[in-house]
């Protein structure tokens, strides 16, 4: 028997894993019909979800912890058991503004540090308060873009200005002036860097190592209610996501994304990000970042509670919600490891023992406690060397000073 | 009740405006999701924005009733939550409504239903453009298709239409397929006719 099954997605290089599983017989082969349902808007993927005209949908991570806590128009309870992919964002600035950064781009984007102190200063230097475009409030963008640069004494909320547009309005907002800059998913950095707008500011990646991103989001009574069907979509999902991150099929898959019904952006701009061979300024040769988007390898997919509550710690820190032991628990709970291990039980898919650790702590490759295969955890460390207890999120808030 | 009606297509604007005035509302406003639209859109201070779901701008749109400090009362999505049999009309049809803060449902479902209804009909209207659009393309490639066999066969107009009508019933296809192969083999050739 079939299951039709319509999840919403935007045209994003990081909608990879539902593509693949829709285009190369994954979904098929756990008998799953995927329908894809292109959305333009975050709030209308989000509705879509929310009212039910979708099983589930391809969503920012804060955006599923901010919809549950009831701060993204009408409440509902969601629930992520599966990550789509981690980093794969990129901010990208007027040649004008980036002129007063460091020069030699590989080493601007090396150096988040250093780049967010000269980003400072660069802003004491524009005629006016920079516009920065991010795609959403609840984006995990956003959140990085604050954290970033609050780290340089930068007040995101005063020092600059973040106007909201939805991706696919990024290049054309540049090239209107309407914005001096952006931080989105790829392919549209890439995009605005090739027509000569931009250039790369600062690599997600290299913000926090291992930035959660995009999850797979369902309602939650839906969720519940359908655990055969929930089971086979993340089987079919792991399997499409370790298709994805072999680089043998990186031109096969940028392909794929860059049909008009997924992407519709020229393939070879979607292959930058698969494969981290970034260029950062046009005509210039590419910067290598292999961590630069993963699906698959490193337990990726695996949604570790302590990454949700890191969401939540931020959302608190930006005053955007009310910290309360309750909304903390809510938040954390959005994801769910449990769901994982139960999908994927009897596959070969490396699963970690634990639902929380430290993030921003692993330095090296580390191979940890998995209750099957060998499992590796890659370095996620945040450039500024914090750790996030989640046991401890006063104590990790109150370190971001003066205020924040 | 001030309406504002955000949408980039002309045509459904009007069609929606229309017909709200037709119901004897008459302060309403269209505003396109273009440059600094926002920014017009608080200085109107509307009880209700209707918007078309697909509009990439609706991210745009909620950031602004999130944070502004000029909207008097805050204003949300749709009025009614436990109206879901309405709330489900509304997104099939593609129509997303913000509502202020207090306003009664009774004197937002008309407007609702009418947004909805409304969009129904340009998305017939607009389909059966599209309809009229592909067929008027079919008839121009079989029309070609018809002239490569009238002067390459020495063909009448309708010789050369059964000829094609008889290949596409031999190969199950659609004779406009059937067509487009042979003007595609015809340039491939760099035969005349064309």
Not at chain 1, 133 to 142: A, C, D, E, L, M
Not at chain 1, 171 to 188: L, S
Not at chain 1, 340 to 353: F, H, I, K, T
């Amino acid at each position: 028997m079939t299951t039709d099954l319509k999840i919403a997605f935007l045209p994003l290089t990081d909608a990879a894993v539902l593509v693949a599983a829709c285009e190369q017989g994954f979904a098929e082969e756990e008998g799953i019909a995927l329908e894809l349902v292109r959305s333009t808007s975050w709030a209308t993927l989000r509705d879509r979800l929310v009212y039910g005209q979708v099983h589930a949908a391809q969503m920012l991570a804060p955006l599923a912890v901010a919809v549950t806590l009831g701060l993204s128009q009408q409440p509902a309870a969601l629930a992520a058991p599966y990550k789509l992919n981690v980093n794969g964002n990129m901010l990208v600035m007027a040649r004008d503004f980036a002129a007063a950064l460091e020069p030699d781009v590989a080493r601007r984007v090396a150096d988040p540090l250093g780049t967010a102190h000269d980003f400072a200063a660069a802003i004491g230097l524009w005629r006016r308060k920079p516009m920065i475009g991010v795609v959403h409030r609840f984006s995990s963008h956003s959140l990085m873009l604050r954290y970033w640069l609050a780290s340089a004494g930068i007040d995101p909320d005063k020092d600059v200005v973040l106007r909201v547009l939805p991706p696919s309005l990024t290049v054309e907002a540049m090239r209107a002036g309407e914005i001096d800059g952006f931080i989105a998913g790829e392919p549209w950095g890439s995009a605005a860097v090739e027509a000569g707008l931009a250039e790369t500011v600062a690599v997600g990646e290299r913000i926090w190592r291992r930035g959660v991103e995009k999850v797979l989001a369902f309602r939650e009574p839906w969720l519940e209610e359908n655990p055969d069907i929930v089971d086979r979509l993340l089987r079919a999902l792991a399997r499409a996501a370790a298709w994805c991150d072999d680089s043998g099929n990186h031109a096969t898959l940028a392909e794929l994304l860059a049909r008009p019904r997924y992407v519709d952006q020229p393939a070879d701009l979607i292959a930058r990000a698969l494969s981290g061979q970034m260029v950062a300024r046009a005509g210039e040769a590419p910067v290598a970042n292999s961590d630069f988007m993963l699906f698959s390898r490193e337990a990726t997919p695996f949604p570790w509670r302590s990454q949700a509550l890191w969401i939540y710690s931020q959302l608190v820190r930006w005053n955007m919600v009310e910290h309360d032991a309750a909304a903390a628990a809510k938040a954390g709970a959005v994801f769910r490891p449990d769901v994982y291990r139960r999908a994927l039980a009897n596959s070969d898919v490396a699963m970690p023992g634990a639902s929380m650790k430290l993030e921003g702590a692993v330095d090296l490759p580390l191979a940890v406690g998995s209750r099957r295969g060998e499992l590796t955890l890659g370095p996620d460390r945040f450039f500024d060397g914090r750790v996030f207890d989640p046991e401890k999120i006063e104590d990790y808030l109150a370190g971001f000073a003066p205020g924040r | 009740m001030r309406i504002v009606i955000i949408d980039d297509s002309g045509l459904r604007a009007t069609v929606l405006e229309e017909g709200l005035r037709e119901a004897g509302y008459d302060d309403i406003h269209i505003v396109p999701p273009r440059g600094a639209f926002v920014a017009r859109l608080e200085r109107m201070a509307p009880d209700v924005v209707l918007m078309d779901l697909g509009s990439p701008s609706r991210d745009t749109l909620e950031e602004m009733l999130t944070v502004s400090r000029a909207l008097a009362r805050p204003i949300a999505m749709f009025v009614d939550q436990s109206d879901e049999a309405m709330i489900g009309a509304a997104i099939d049809a593609g129509v997303s409504a913000y509502v202020v803060d207090g306003l009664r449902k009774e004197r937002v479902k008309p407007v609702l239903e009418l947004a909805v209804r409304r969009f129904n009909a340009f998305a017939k209207i607009q389909g059966e453009l599209d309809e009229a659009r592909t067929a008027l393309s079919e008839r121009k490639i079989i029309d070609r298709a018809k002239s490569i066999l009238m002067n390459q066969r020495s063909l009448s107009e309708q010789d050369a239409y059964a000829l094609l009508r008889s290949a596409a019933m031999n190969q199950g296809k659609k004779i406009v397929e059937v067509a487009q192969a042979l003007i595609t083999a015809s340039e491939l050739l760099g035969g005349g006719g064309l």
